[in-house]
């Protein structure tokens, strides 16, 4: 991601389709602290998820910490829906955290949902 005005990087976003099946893909992204609550996570993830699903995508998902729910708002901005709570599934920074667990099909986007 990157201001329009300066060119200057602020965060990222990526996709990273299923190898079993590549008609479904994960996505995640980050922001700057400065930049973040201004809208720039959402326009971005709304952006990729519109790439994947036209590029035929059938089925996105996304994870993230119980304890940015920055992030959470969102995935839940962009209509994901929340499917799971894993307990301490992930390792970070020396201690084991919980994962929120979204997705989003194809074709709830296009009814308006995403």
Not at 23 to 38: L, N, S
Not at 88 to 108: F, I, N, V
Request: proline share 4%.
């Amino acid at each position: 991601m990157a201001l329009r005005a300066s060119g200057q990087l602020i965060g990222d976003c990526a996709a990273m389709p299923r190898a079993a099946d590549p008609r479904q893909c994960e996505m995640g992204f980050t922001i700057a602290p400065r930049y973040q609550g201004r809208g720039y996570a959402t326009e971005a993830v709304r952006l990729l998820a519109g790439y994947l699903f036209a590029r035929g995508k059938h089925r996105i998902t996304a994870c993230c910490d119980p304890r940015n729910a920055a992030s959470a708002a969102v995935l839940e901005r962009l209509a994901m829906r929340r499917e799971g709570h894993l307990r301490q599934s992930s390792r970070a920074k020396g201690e084991w955290t919980d994962d929120l667990l979204y997705a989003l099909l194809r074709e709830e986007r296009q009814t308006g949902r995403g």
